[in-house]
Every structure is written in structure tokens, then in C-alpha cells.
């Protein structure tokens, strides 16, 4: 059998680049790629990826997978059964809880790295490092903090980190993601991006760190690749001594927008791809642009929320206090009736007659006949799963489900809401359903019974803070935000009258259904949201799959 290719993963979070790496098997059913070690340091997050790691070990094994299941319903945790300890050890060994950028963090990877990582064979370096000081959000809320300087804010040089494993291990191939910020953040007067380039391009230079002593013979360097525009690569001529820079408006071409490629989201980020270049040179770097190009989804058939979402039981949301069926039946009625009284009386500048009309029509009809029976948390073995997924992504999302089996959705249980933030769901909700739009702030969402207490709610500076999850499109962003309040994530059937679930978050960003997310429901809801789509990084790795094959294939010609 063919070697697995390892995989490092930094800066994992709950593990979605290293899930669409590991996800790709042979047909005899072994994986291509095997992660190594993957590194984070959140403690939820950790559990998480340690778990899913014993997962694929099961899948691996002769043991089957009820291990697995049988914990996610309530059974005993892993690291107590005897029949599949040492797989949970093995599990342990992979996903490492470290701080990278501290002394004892780096050591502790760097001795993983020396003793397992075959530097005389080609792997792969994954990870998406924090992206908080280059997040527009986060450089505004920088902006407020006294005496903040960007040049003194480590969270700008953690690339580093990901960089010197580069330097000093030299992967075929390394991935690095990254939010749309980095582009234009800036240290000083100088945008960092070109600077990140530069360095991935030439980490010896960089780092002043030397390759291993395997690997001295190779050529040294990395040509950096956009998987979105096959014209684009740094640097632009390959060969040269001096890296010819880009032009910075060429940067936006290293942004992959997740909806163009199958995902049900409009998630923008910013994926560089770099391969060594004594692999590049042996191909040619525009023929290496071209074979790493990821053709887009064309606009009909892009993903929507509704696809993903509709076959997930409906729940409703709970209330703040005193919680039960009938009192939050009890509520849906009473405030559906009142603001659809209030729409009628009152007049808006920003929307028409007949359009408050349609919206006041609906509501009186949650009021008269809200959807019976629907509960805060999904059972999971209450009723049978829909059988014989047929696309690509109901396959993806069935995993490796017996076909037969009862229905499993895990992490999806409601939250709480006050009544007021009920009125408001349903009457975004419902406004969404009539328009095919979020309401705009205070002009649209103009009743006074809706207005949040906040003395600057009609200054705009709130316009965005509720907004619904649109079924007949791709879903904006699922951004770690989702953990506050879920105001920006409103479900799109008001009858539910909720924001997202974990799960339903999990979908949007393609995370499978067994695909399960440890800690508290905040961890779990920031877990999600700072992951990479699974199904996105599966679509890389194949591409990653398709460069390495062909570098086998003339490596041997080579030596035959």
C-alpha cells in the first residue's frame, strides 16, 4: 500500500481543514492523507478535534464506530472502555492542547515533529492562523484601545509560528487560511500581506533556519498559488533571483469564496497555497497554477440555505424564563397578534401598504395556528433518518451512517430568547419571507414595540443587528459572533421563531452530522464559527492530492 502523506495542522480549532484532508480515501478504504499532529489551544476546541480524531481511528480499525456513538448518547466516554483505549491514546497523541508562539508550546511541537514527521517524504503543513488582528472588526476594536500599537500586537507575526515550521521541516505542500482582512491590514505604512508573501516565498531568508539535512539537495523556496485565478502566483515569474511583487489589486484573487465552490455559505477568505519549488520546477509554475485551479459552481447551482437546512427537525426556541410548551406557545401567540395589530395601525415611510399588509396577514395566522408539537431539542433516535442520500453533499452530511439507521443530529437544541427578542425573530422572519430580504435597522424594523433599549438604536449605528438566515440563498458568514446573542442568525421559519442551532451552524459550514463539538453551547457555537468548511478543504486536498501524485509519477520516470 501506498505511505499515507502525514499532515501537520496548526492553529486547528475543532478541526475543519484537517476533517476535508483525512475525509479523502483509496478504495480499499485507507485515507491519502493522515494527520500527524494537529495543535490548538482551546480546551473545548481540543476535546473536539481529539475526539473526531478517535473517530477516524475507529473507521480505521476493525472495532466499528458504536464506541463513538455510544458517547454521543450518553454512554461511556472512550478513555474508559478497554476495547478501544489505546486508539483514545492514540487519539491523545494527535491532537495536541498548545499555545504556539510560547516557548513551551513551541518545544513541545517541535520535539512531535522530530520524532515522527518524515522529512525525506513529501507531507503537508494545514492551518488557518488567529486572524483577530487582521479582521476588520477586530482592527476597529483595536482602534479603541489606548496606546495600541499593530507592530507591538503578536497576533500579527503568529503566522511566524506556521512559517518556521515551514523553515525548518520543508513540506511539499502548505495551506494557509486566513479572513479577507489580512489583504489590507497593515503594520506601520507597510500592508503586511506583502510582507507574508515574501516571506513563505523564501522562509531560509525569513527565519534564517535551514531545511533538514534531507532535504538539502532539493530547492530551496515556495512558489504561492491562488486556487481561484490560475494567472496569479507569487512570485510572478518563476526562477528569479528577486521575486517579482504583485500588483496589490491582484491580492483579492487569493480570496476563495466558499458559495462559488458547492458551499452553502458566502464565506470569503483567504487561502494561499505554496509548493516547494523543486516540485514546482519540474511541472512549471503555469501549469502548476492551472492543475491547482478550482472551478466555480456555476450561479444556479449554488447551494442554498433551504437545501441544507429543511430536513434538520424543527424546534422552537425557549423562553428566558419559565420555560415550557404552553408558555411559549403562549407567547408566540400574544406577540404575533400584537405586532401584527401594530403594522396595521401604523404607517411606514420605508415599506408599502401592501407590503406591511402581507406581513400583518401572516402573522395573524402564526397567532391563530402556530406549528403544533415542536420541542427545543431534537431526540436523536425519535424517529428514522431519510435514507439513500443522493447528492454529493447529502452523502457528505450522511457520513458514514448505516443507511437504515435512525435519525442522528447532535449539538442541535435551541436557545433561550426573551419575549421581546420572540417579537422581533417573527417579525423578521416573517418580513423575510415576504420580501426575500432582512429588514434595514430601525427604518424597517420601525415599531416601537421592537425597538431594542438602546439609546443609539435609530442613529444606524445598529442597522445590521438583526438578520435572517435567507432560506433562498447561500447563508452570509457563520462568524464565532453566533456564540453572543444569534440577533445576526435568525432562522428563516418564523414558525420556529429562533436563531441557529450549533448544528444547523455545523451544516452551513459543511460539517457532517456525526461530526460531533464538545464543551459548553458558547464554545461549540465559536468552534463552529472560526472553522474552515470541511467540504470546502476537502475539494483542496484533492487538488493537493492531484499536485503530489503528479510529482510521484515524475519523480519515478525520473529514476527509472
Not at 521541516?169 to 507597510?190: D, Q, Y
Not at 459543511?510 to 472560526?530: A, K, M, S
Request: aromatic share 8%.
Amino acid at each position: 500500500m501506498t505511505k499515507q502523506i502525514q499532515v501537520v495542522d496548526l492553529f486547528a480549532g475543532p478541526g475543519g481543514l484537517g476533517e476535508g484532508f483525512n475525509s479523502l480515501r483509496r478504495t480499499d478504504g485507507s485515507r491519502h492523507f493522515r494527520t500527524l499532529v494537529s495543535i490548538e489551544k482551546d480546551a473545548a476546541a481540543h476535546r473536539t478535534l481529539t475526539l473526531r480524531a478517535f473517530y477516524r481511528l475507529l473507521q480505521d480499525s476493525d472495532h466499528g464506530t458504536s464506541a463513538y456513538f455510544d458517547y454521543l448518547q450518553g454512554g461511556e466516554h472512550p478513555s474508559k472502555r478497554e476495547d478501544v483505549q489505546h486508539l483514545w491514546k492514540e487519539a491523545q497523541q494527535e491532537a495536541m492542547q498548545l499555545e504556539l508562539g510560547t516557548g513551551e508550546g513551541n518545544n513541545a511541537l517541535e520535539a512531535r515533529l522530530q520524532a515522527s514527521l518524515r522529512d525525506d517524504s513529501d507531507w503537508v503543513l494545514i492551518g488557518g492562523p488567529p486572524c483577530q488582528a487582521y479582521s476588520v472588526v477586530g482592527r476597529v476594536r483595536n482602534l479603541g484601545v489606548k496606546g495600541y500599537r499593530a507592530e507591538e500586537d503578536n497576533r500579527h507575526f503568529l503566522y511566524r509560528e506556521y512559517l518556521d515550521v515551514i523553515a525548518r521541516h520543508r513540506p511539499a505542500v502548505f495551506v494557509m487560511e486566513n479572513v479577507r482582512g489580512m489583504l489590507t491590514s497593515r503594520v506601520g505604512e507597510k500592508r503586511i500581506f506583502g510582507q507574508i508573501l515574501e516571506d513563505l516565498h523564501d522562509p531560509t531568508t525569513a527565519t534564517g533556519q535551514k531545511g533538514p539535512a534531507a532535504m538539502a539537495e532539493r530547492e530551496d523556496g515556495y512558489t504561492i498559488f491562488s486556487i481561484e485565478d490560475e494567472s496569479v502566483y507569487f512570485p510572478l515569474e518563476y526562477g528569479l533571483f528577486t521575486p517579482v511583487p504583485l500588483d496589490e489589486e491582484k491580492y483579492d484573487m487569493f480570496i476563495v469564496k466558499a458559495e462559488d465552490h458547492g458551499i452553502p455559505q458566502a464565506r470569503h477568505r483567504v487561502i494561499l497555497v505554496g509548493v516547494r519549488n523543486d516540485i514546482v520546477s519540474r511541472a512549471g509554475a503555469p501549469a502548476m497554477a492551472r492543475q491547482l485551479h478550482m472551478a466555480r459552481t456555476e450561479n444556479k447551482d449554488k447551494v442554498t440555505v433551504r437545501d441544507v437546512l429543511a430536513d434538520l427537525p424543527p424546534l422552537r426556541s425557549g423562553l428566558s424564563r419559565n420555560d415550557s410548551d404552553d408558555a411559549w406557545y403562549g407567547s408566540i401567540k400574544r406577540v404575533a397578534a400584537r405586532v401584527a395589530n401594530d403594522l396595521l395601525i401604523h404607517k411606514s415611510e420605508h415599506l408599502q401598504e401592501q407590503d406591511r399588509t402581507a406581513i400583518a396577514e401572516e402573522l395573524l395566522e402564526i397567532a391563530r395556528e402556530p406549528r403544533e408539537g415542536l420541542k427545543r431539542q431534537h431526540e436523536p433516535l425519535a424517529k428514522p433518518r431519510p435514507v439513500a442520500p443522493t447528492s454529493e453533499l447529502e452523502q457528505w452530511y450522511h457520513g458514514d451512517h448505516n443507511r437504515n439507521e435512525k435519525g442522528l443530529w447532535y449539538n442541535h437544541y435551541a436557545r433561550s430568547h426573551m419575549e421581546e427578542d420572540l417579537a422581533r425573530y417573527l417579525y423578521c422572519a416573517t418580513f423575510a419571507n415576504i420580501m426575500g430580504r432582512s429588514p434595514l435597522g430601525s427604518k424597517e424594523i420601525y415599531l416601537d414595540s421592537l425597538a431594542p433599549k438602546h439609546a443609539n438604536w435609530t442613529t444606524g449605528k445598529f442597522a445590521d443587528r438583526f438578520k435572517v438566515v435567507l432560506s433562498g440563498q447561500p447563508s452570509k458568514t457563520i462568524t464565532s459572533h453566533i456564540s453572543k446573542d444569534g440577533h445576526y442568525f435568525i432562522h428563516y421559519d418564523p414558525f420556529q421563531c429562533r436563531s441557529l442551532t450549533v448544528r444547523e451552524a455545523a451544516r452551513l459550514q459543511t460539517f457532517p452530522d456525526d461530526y460531533y463539538f464538545e464543551g459548553n453551547r458558547t464554545e461549540q457555537y465559536v468552534q463552529v464559527g472560526n472553522a474552515v468548511p470541511p467540504m470546502l478543504a476537502r475539494k483542496i486536498a484533492e487538488k493537493v492530492m492531484e499536485v503530489l501524485q503528479l510529482e510521484q509519477m515524475q519523480t519515478k520516470a525520473m529514476q527509472a
